[in-house]
């Protein structure tokens, strides 16, 4: 998940900045997040942006009946203060951005839309059914992108032979009515027709409890999945959370929670924060927020309780295992978001992980290896640079991790729709890290952002990447904000708007960072040993509506981008790994078809926060013997000697030593930062 500050080179669209995000990077148990878990975690792992309004779109670029005076003409304030389903006030200034901005307008089907964003509503409201009229998907397959097996069309389960093509039927309760949309042959005719659905669904609801926004954003959500997998409207809440991780920093105690078996827990303690400072540790749980008991509490409500002004007081009532229920009156503080973890390792090499990319994130890393330099004497022999798990976050702060590691050269492209607004980042050179030696690590789910730095570092020959083949997300997508003029809360569109080209104008999407050293590892069970074990891993190719390399139109041009992208590693070795009690847990559970607990009770990190494996310990020797070579091609020719001295699976020492590159995935704890 990237973000472009499009202000500076594209002035027609100042006020808005770009993003490119794996939002949701998968990680290899992807499929699994959608499963009921016995603890329910909320993480929210990708940025967000202010962005254009509806209010700056000229009125002569939409019907008159999407004008933003007609959208907002539809409840009159002073007569109802309640939401009005059917004014669409969302949906409408989602279709103008669609419009006006979708990367492939070719992919933009009015009907699929309207039909699927009915769907969306059915799943959401319990009282409503829909059924189309036609054949089912005997006659009509489902549209598949190139290695997609195929599925059930959107609408297989809802088509009713016996009503006409190109009508919809609708029942709210006992109440049934019909619809034509075979008129529906423009984005534009969307939110009208669906203002006469949503009419006839709210005169006959039944319960009125529900929130009738929900509504809205479902049918909103449901029209976005026609176009890819990463268009998507954001809730207030969710929005809220996004901005606050994309800061960087904001007021609160300083751990993380998470719902475990319906408790509100601790699951992490920042160092040298308030929460530290009064010994609140891992697994304890908070059973009261001042006057008010947790039980119950949503855990978003916990956060919100938790967070406020720096300076400011409340009180929290924690209790321990054997322990009795302990109050703690703390003052909140300014508590930054951690996406940087560092350690001195042995030889002089330095270590920097970055989880994420926030707005601290290019600050954060400085830093860390300032402070790893003095402690070495002055300089470093070498960095080690882990990407592994990170999902992406702002590009401006992508942009500038690369730049502090190059000299010159192209960062990162990004191109608009059909190809057009090419906008080249070059490096500024300026970078004061350029000295030392640099490995990359990245895995199956480094994304996005992750990949942009990391595509930067080996084309333009700074850095050597080991590991496995990245996720694959070269698109860009775009936040804009809407606020509700009676709730004032906002919601936010995530829209794709361009691809993202790294140096040498190659596209990642759907073949993702080939690394240089591949280090494969191989499984060692009770029953068995898994010499050559492939990762469950969830990757862009995966999804359904995936774009192709280089966007390409048909399967037999993205089959000719895909080998055009496609490169081979170096060097391929496998190294042993022993299963942990945990890991054995997880995927035990994976293969009986569950979701695996929550349990961080055998996390290895230090307490430096970092978990030394077997494949840090390889960058470090990597590193370590080339001296002082910063170019990414020298630096391989020095390694291929030495690269089958350090695969375990090659030779018997390196084999025994195995269990001191215990490999233990990292990731980011799920929870909420308070």
């Known amino acids: 998940m990237e973000y472009i500050d499009r202000r500076r080179s594209l002035p027609c669209d100042h006020g808005r900045r770009w993003l490119s995000f794996e939002t949701l990077a998968p990680s290899p148990s992807w499929g699994l997040r959608h499963m009921r878990t016995k603890s329910a975690v909320r993480l929210v792992l990708f940025p967000a942006a202010l ?38 006030e969302t949906l409408r200034k989602s279709i103008v951005q669609i419009k006006d901005n979708y990367v492939d307008p070719s992919r933009i089907n009015p009907k699929e839309m309207f039909t699927s964003g009915l769907e969306a509503v059915e799943r959401q409201v319990a009282e409503v059914m829909v059924e189309f009229g036609g054949q089912g998907c005997s006659e009509q397959g489902a549209h598949k992108e190139p290695g997609i097996a195929a599925t059930a069309a959107a609408d297989c389960g809802h088509a009713n032979p016996n009503l006409p093509e190109g009508k919809v039927r609708v029942t709210v309760g006992n109440a049934t009515r019909e619809f034509d949309y075979r008129d529906v042959d423009n984005i534009w005719q969307i ?31 449901g029209m976005l999945s026609t176009l890819d997998p990463h268009s998507w409207l954001l809730k207030p809440e969710l929005y809220k959370e996004m901005k606050v991780q994309t800061r960087g920093e904001f007021g609160g105690l300083g751990f993380v929670i998470s719902m475990i078996d319906d408790r509100l827990t601790v699951r992490k303690v920042l160092r040298n924060t308030p929460a530290f400072r009064a010994g609140i540790r891992k697994g304890d749980v908070i059973t009261q927020i001042d006057n008010d008991s947790t039980v119950s509490m949503e855990l978003q409500e916990a956060v919100d309780r938790m967070r406020g002004k720096p300076g400011t007081k409340v009180s929290i009532y924690v209790v321990r295992k054997t322990q009795e229920t302990k109050k703690l009156d703390l003052v909140r503080a300014l508590i930054t978001y951690e996406t940087v973890t560092s350690k001195l390792l042995d030889q002089g090499v330095g270590y920097v992980r970055l989880s994420g990319f926030s707005g ?24 080690v640079l882990d990407l592994r798990g990170n999902p992406g976050g702002l590009l401006e702060q992508a942009i500038q991790v690369s730049d502090a590691f190059l000299e010159e050269g192209t960062i990162v492209t990004t191109v608009g729709v059909n190809g057009t607004l090419r906008e080249p980042k070059l490096a500024r050179n300026d970078g004061g890290e350029r000295e030392f030696p640099l490995a990359v690590l990245i895995s199956s789910d480094s994304a996005s952002a992750s990949e942009i730095v990391a595509g930067a570092l080996k084309n333009l020959n700074r850095a050597v990447i080991v590991g496995r083949t990245s996720f694959g997300k070269g698109s860009v997508q775009v936040l804009y904000d809407f606020k509700d003029k009676d709730s004032g809360e906002e919601s936010a569109l995530k829209l794709t708007i361009a691809q993202y080209l790294t140096p040498g104008d190659l596209s990642i999407q759907e073949v993702g960072i080939t690394p240089d050293i591949e280090l494969v590892p191989a499984r ?31 399967e037999e041009q993205a089959k000719a981008a895909r080998e055009r992208a496609v ?90 030593s195995s269990s001191s590159g215990n490999w233990a995935r990292r990731r980011s704890g799920p929870g909420r930062y308070r």
Do not use: W
């Open 567 to 656: 490169q081979k590693p170096f060097e391929t070795l496998r190294f042993l790994k022993e299963e942990t009690a945990k890991e054995r847990k997880t995927r035990e559970a994976i293969e009986a078809g569950q979701a695996p607990e929550e349990d961080d009770s055998d996390d290895p990190s230090d307490e430096d926060g970092v978990t030394l494996d077997y494949q840090i310990e390889f960058c470090r020797d990597l590193v370590a013997q080339a001296a002082t070579s910063t170019n990414r091609q020298e630096q391989l020719r020095q390694a291929k000697p030495c690269a089958p001295t350090r695969s375990p699976t090659t030779t018997s020492s390196t084999a025994g």
């Open 191 to 221: 939110p009208l027709k669906m203002r006469d659905v949503f009419t006839f669904i709210k005169d006959n609801l039944v319960t009125q409890n529900q929130d009738q926004r929900e509504i809205e954003y479902a049918a909103i959500n």
């Open 524 to 554: 060692i069970l009770k029953e068995r040993i898994d010499l050559f074990a492939p990762p469950k891993t969830f990757r862009e190719a995966d999804y359904d509506k995936h774009f192709f390399n280089s966007f390409a139109r048909d």
């Open 360 to 383: 601290t994130t290019h600050r954060e890393m400085l830093g860390a290896i300032k402070a790893m330099k003095a402690q070495n004497g002055g300089s470093l022999k070498g960095l």
């Open 51 to 88: 962005l254009l309004s509806l209010a700056s779109i000229p009125s002569d670029r939409a019907p008159h009946a999407l004008r933003t005076s007609d959208a907002y003409a539809a409840v009159d304030p002073k007569a109802d203060k309640n939401y009005d389903l059917a004014s669409l």
